[in-house]
């Protein structure tokens, strides 16, 4: 579990990159495939096709792409990425899975039951009973000392340690062996409600204990693992990764032999689906960043040479906008024969955040009258609804609209409509036009990522809603690789779209996003994550007693407190659920758009 970062990768698409697959050959095996039924589209759970294991053949390879072979597999280093988490998956424990509501449940190939102390006991203990079957790829069972080791590396305590910053181990005090060597009891130094997020993925202290074998990429094969495949394959030059069955895995019998992870960028994709080349992959940024076909001479040209053409030559056919390449490659993607794309709503949440650092947003008024304005519902519907979801829109910062708890707290922000709001704060709209104030108009920029389709339909939805209210709206688009270091860490910006990771532990992650900003030396506001910088002690004490309270019920009515307070801040305007795409050719079992979860791998498998 890590405190959620915002890192140019994650603003590269406000649909940021999922799963897929390809291999360069056909398999043989899996002989004819009928033409697929359309997915229904969802808008909240998983969008993955049910199928009884016992309707999985035993045997066969699947084929699944990855944007590239990932620099490291250890999902707690710096370099990781998404491909290295889907990786981990199918190679490490993770003691809990979510569910299709985001509830953390223990996973029984490694965890028979895990039981805290209750509320108000002193310290909290939990009581871990590991599977003792569960053991890594040398044999050696799982044990507290791959806790611990876990426990010493994501800590924060020794600095020595190159990890990114993961919630909750540093509220770990001691790790040691229960009443057996499958007993582990982890003792708390303060509350901790959302220890189930602990531990997952967990990696053996044989690679991981101290601070010079964590700091090592985890690449390459001849490692200990522990999940229902083994790397057989690592080859980052060659763009591959090959997973076989892990021949002492004590779990239900992996039903394919072998899964190929292939580096193919998302600009291949759909080529690579139409020859047959890939089973399964991840086709939201395909779609959302397609790149527009290079402008064309006019057909009047004709196929004349050079020598032959007058001197004014005829004009060139424009390229399309990204709106209108993004639904050519869905269209495409839609089309293809024996390929069916699976749609769901992302764990993953696209808001619209306020600068409160800059004027005009430093006035309240002024940010709760924006937030007034956006039509959350439009705004929704503009994005999603031409990638065939519904048009849903959010009202949490904090909760997935799938997620357990989710409640809209929109009408937090009060019922004064934005107009109202403005006028109080002295920005007039006499003609009807572009409100002003001493003389000055109420116009703001709009920072959004380059390039993508779905970001362009909402700022396009956004602008139309704020000049209804005379706000006028300057969109500026920036590359990735600058959208968060160049601007939103600095404040150069008055609203920026984004997407934030809907978390399985909100009370830890996402405080830092929420946090009161404090003024550095030059008396600046600093924003420490949080790029709205406008924050209160209340929110952060809710924020804090949440991440405290054992009682899940109580801790989830903590979370919508505080998010009712950061809608009262106008801190920010949760608009939608960020779309999933995913590309499944007929035949495979077990994969899809997964939402909150993540494949089983040993389910993964061509129909009988």
């Known amino acids: 579990m890590r405190v959620r970062q915002l890192t140019a990768a994650a603003v590269a698409l406000l649909l940021a990159a999922g799963l897929g697959g390809c291999s360069d050959d056909p398999d043989p095996a899996r002989g004819p495939e009928p033409a697929p039924a359309p997915a229904a589209p969802t808008a909240g759970t998983g969008d993955v096709r049910p199928v009884d294991r016992d309707d999985v053949q035993d045997g066969g390879t699947l084929r699944w792409a990855l944007d590239g072979v990932p620099a490291t597999l250890n999902v707690y280093q710096r370099a990781a990425n998404a491909d290295s988490k889907l990786l981990a998956h199918a190679l490490y424990p993770s003691l809990f899975r979510p569910d299709e509501r985001g509830r953390l449940v223990p996973d029984p190939d490694y965890l028979v039951d895990a039981e805290s102390t209750p509320p108000g006991q002193q310290p909290q203990v939990v009581t871990y009973r590991l599977n003792p079957h569960a053991v890594w790829s040398d044999g050696t069972p799982l044990s507290a000392a791959d806790l611990a080791a876990q426990r010493a590396a994501l800590s924060g305590l020794d600095p020595a340690y190159q ?64 999940g229902p495949y ?44 139409d020859q047959d080349r890939l089973d399964v992959a991840e086709l939201t940024g395909v779609v959302d960043r397609a790149v527009p076909p290079a402008p064309t001479a006019s057909a009047s040209a004709g196929g ?77 519907e503009a994005a999603l609804g ?24 929109s009408g937090a922000a009060g019922p004064a409509d934005a107009g109202q709001l403005l006028d109080r704060a002295g920005w007039k709209r006499p003609d009807g036009g572009t409100r002003t104030k001493d003389g000055k108009e109420l116009a703001l920029t709009l920072l959004l990522p380059a390039g993508s389709a779905t970001a362009q339909r909402t700022a396009d939805a956004l602008t ?7 706000i006028a709206v300057k969109p500026q688009t920036v590359p990735a690789e600058s959208f968060v270091q160049a601007h939103l860490a600095v404040g150069d910006y008055d609203l920026a779209l984004f997407s934030w990771p809907a978390g399985v532990s909100p009370a830890a992650e996402q405080r830092a996003a929420y946090a009161k900003p404090r003024p550095d030396a030059d008396g600046a506001l600093a924003s420490d994550g949080n790029y709205g910088r406008s924050g209160t002690e209340e929110i952060d ?35 939608y659920q960020r779309p999933e795409l995913v590309a499944v050719r007929t035949g495979v079992a077990g994969a899809g758009a997964f939402g909150f979860g993540w494949p089983r791998f040993q389910d993964l498998g061509w129909t009988r």
């Open 304 to 380: 004349a040479s050079p020598a032959a053409q007058p001197a004014a030559q005829p004009a060139a056919r424009p390229a399309a906008p990204p709106a209108a390449a993004a639904e050519l490659a869905l269209r495409r993607a839609e089309s293809l024969p024996g390929i069916t794309v699976h749609r769901a709503a992302a764990a993953s949440l696209t808001q619209l955040t306020l600068n409160a650092g800059r004027s005009p947003l430093t006035d309240p008024e002024v940010r709760r009258a924006v937030g007034r304005a956006v039509d959350r519902r439009r705004i929704a």
């Open 464 to 470: 139309a809603d704020l000049a209804e209210s005379g």
């Open 230 to 273: 083994s790397l057989t394959r690592y080859d980052a030059e060659g763009g591959r990764v090959t997973l076989e069955r892990n021949p002492i895995w004590w779990g239900d019998l992996p039903k394919t032999d072998r899964i190929d992870f292939v580096a193919t960028p998302p600009e291949r994709r759909l080529d690579a689906l």
């Open 541 to 575: 004490r809710l924020f804090d007693r949440a991440a405290a309270e054992l009682d899940p019920a109580a801790r989830l009515d903590l979370l919508q407190e505080a998010d009712v307070r950061i809608w009262q801040l106008g801190h920010s305007v949760p608009l």
């Open 386 to 409: 031409p990638l065939g979801l519904p048009g849903a829109p959010l009202g949490s910062h904090l909760l997935a609209g799938d997620q357990e708890g989710y409640r809209d707290d």
């Open 163 to 226: 990890s990114t910053k993961a919630a909750g181990y540093d509220a770990v005090d001691t790790i040691a062996q229960g009443a057996d060597p499958h007993e582990v009891k982890v003792t708390f130094r303060r509350p901790y409600g959302e220890w189930r997020a602990l531990f997952g993925p967990l990696y053996p202290a044989a690679e991981t204990g101290g601070a010079t074998a964590f700091n090592r990429a985890l690449t390459g094969t001849g490692h200990l693992s522990a």
